[in-house]
């Protein structure tokens, strides 16, 4: 055997042979231990064996050769995988189980695309999560990318290629359902570049944007570095061009006809330390013109429309303040916002119960400002009758101490229970402890309305610890015996179990 033979037995073994009995071995421990069924065996994630990978690595490969003869048993045998995962998924627990993955111009060459999805199905998952919109780029064809995005797959010569497309049809035909997947409220450092743009990106009171405030200062999980995810710029949902914008991609990916979609970034970032918690307005990402001027259209009358705006200014109201918005108006009795109950026999509040009201008007307005934007994306997918879903953190929605909350305010509490919940179960407790990931979901189980479907997104990798967490079937394994009623899980990514196949398709850059 050459040593290219070598290394290539190599590389398959690491990422694929040692992980696959690994999984197979922690399946038949639990046969002895009752929580499995027997039928599962080694074959309880329905993955493939070593055997029937190598089968079909080596069809695929003289297939794109031009054999004849290897192309029409090459199509043959992906049929028939594809039917024995549907068989297989629907007698196994979970019945759902995707993995996110993100393409590169590497896929647009003949048999790679096709490789990433065989090799999808022999892990046994049946969803695909494909990453469409994301770090400020769009996975359309240059030739048809009207967006204010550049396409993510950039090659002369192939500006019509459509990966989004291929991937929904090439994935279709091994019996997966190929989901798009799009980053929501952050638009990446390219729309922040736009001159025309600069009025739709979120904004602090001096005026900071969050691509400002996170270039040097990046507190999100491990998780979504490892993909290389750094281009953060979040907008104002309140944006008539922002929305205007992001509704032209996600009816795009629409035409593309997949069999869902879902929104990730459906909040603002979180920093680090103090700036982890929001306690004051200047925190709040308030001052972009939309979202300040539909604030100050919440006021019911003109004394709190002056109050809203002196707040926003200065961060605090005082004596003063409301003693001079008393004399502009001294016809109307309590400010009012929306929201805000007063008690009718007073003619005035204190100044500390009208600083608390407007402090919770601010968060309140900047939350509704996120849930009206996911509800805006998801309309146009329920039209199509398909599933939508909404990615969140399950602390994302958290109250700290007095009056705090959680910097990335995200309202997950308040999505649509019509839709798909899949939170980020991404805790981290150690490389042999699921319990903290048990205790996320948990929290979201206990916070949703009933019938909602919950699909937990795993991060980590069969058979072996990684990033300090337990394999993922010991994960899943947790998550059925504390939650039997959950019947779908996602596992993050890809690049996680196929780190060295991922690079190569990543580096290989035509242009």
């Excluded at 949902?237 to 970034?265: E, T």
């Excluded at 939350?367 to 939508?388: E, M």
Aim: hydrophobic share 35%.
């Amino acid at each position: 055997m050459r040593f290219s033979q070598h290394l290539a037995v190599s590389k398959l073994w690491q990422s694929w042979y040692r992980p696959v009995i690994a999984a197979a071995s922690t399946a038949l421990l639990s046969l002895h231990t009752g929580s499995l069924p027997a039928r599962a065996q080694a074959t309880a994630y329905c993955q493939s064996s070593v055997e029937e990978v190598t089968e079909l690595d080596n069809l695929r490969q003289a297939a794109f050769k031009g054999n004849k003869d290897a192309q029409t048993r090459y199509s043959s045998l992906v049929a028939k995988r594809a039917e024995l995962l549907q068989e297989c998924r629907s007698r196994t627990w979970p019945q759902t189980q995707a993995i996110w993955l993100r393409l590169y111009a590497c896929d647009i060459e003949p048999g790679v695309l096709e490789g990433v999805l065989d090799r999808i199905v022999a892990r046994g998952y049946n969803h695909v999560y494909v990453e469409y919109f994301y770090d400020g780029q769009v996975l359309l064809p240059e030739a048809e990318n009207r967006s204010v995005w550049p396409s993510a797959v950039r090659v002369r010569g192939k500006e019509n290629v459509d990966l989004l497309a291929q991937a929904i049809q090439k994935g279709r035909e091994r019996g997966l359902k190929v989901y798009a997947w799009l980053f929501t409220m952050n638009f990446g450092y390219t729309y922040s570049q736009r001159p025309d743009r600069q009025q739709a990106i979120a904004r602090k009171a001096n005026g900071q944007t969050s691509f400002s405030e996170l270039k040097n200062n990046d507190a999100e999980t491990d998780i979504k570095a490892a993909e290389g995810d750094v281009s953060k710029v979040f907008i104002d949902p309140y944006h008539p061009q922002a929305r205007q914008d992001y509704l032209w991609v996600v009816n795009a990916a629409l035409q593309r006809r997949p069999d869902g979609v879902l929104f990730d970034y459906v909040r603002y970032p979180r920093g680090t330390g103090t700036e982890s918690v929001v306690s004051k307005v200047h925190d709040l990402w308030l001052y972009s013109a939309a979202t300040q001027q539909s604030l100050l259209q919440r006021a019911g009358n003109q004394k709190g429309r002056e109050l809203i705006r002196r707040y926003l200014s200065q961060g605090f109201i005082s004596t003063k303040d409301v003693e001079e918005v008393n004399k502009l108006y001294p016809t109307e009795a309590q400010p009012l916002w929306q929201g805000r109950r007063v008690d009718a026999t007073k003619t005035v509040s204190s100044v500390s119960q009208l600083q608390a009201d407007l402090w919770y008007l601010s968060v309140a307005h900047v939350v509704q400002g996120i849930v009206d934007f996911v509800n805006l994306a998801v309309a146009p997918v329920q039209q199509q009758g398909i599933p939508a879903g909404a990615v969140f953190f399950p602390g994302g929605n958290k109250s700290v101490g007095r009056g705090g909350f959680d910097s990335r305010l995200q309202p997950w509490d308040r999505f649509q229970s019509t839709t798909e919940w899949h939170p980020m179960a991404y805790a981290n407790c150690g490389n042999n402890n699921s319990r903290c990931i048990v205790e996320e979901i948990q929290r979201v189980l206990s916070m949703a309305p009933p019938g909602t479907k919950i699909i937990p997104a795993l991060a980590g990798t069969w058979g072996e610890s990684l990033k300090n967490r337990p394999p993922l079937e010991a994960q899943m394994q947790a998550i059925r015996r504390a939650f039997p009623q959950i019947n779908g899980v996602s596992h993050f990514a890809y690049s996680w179990q196929e780190p060295e196949a991922d690079r190569d398709r990543k580096f290989c850059e035509p242009r």
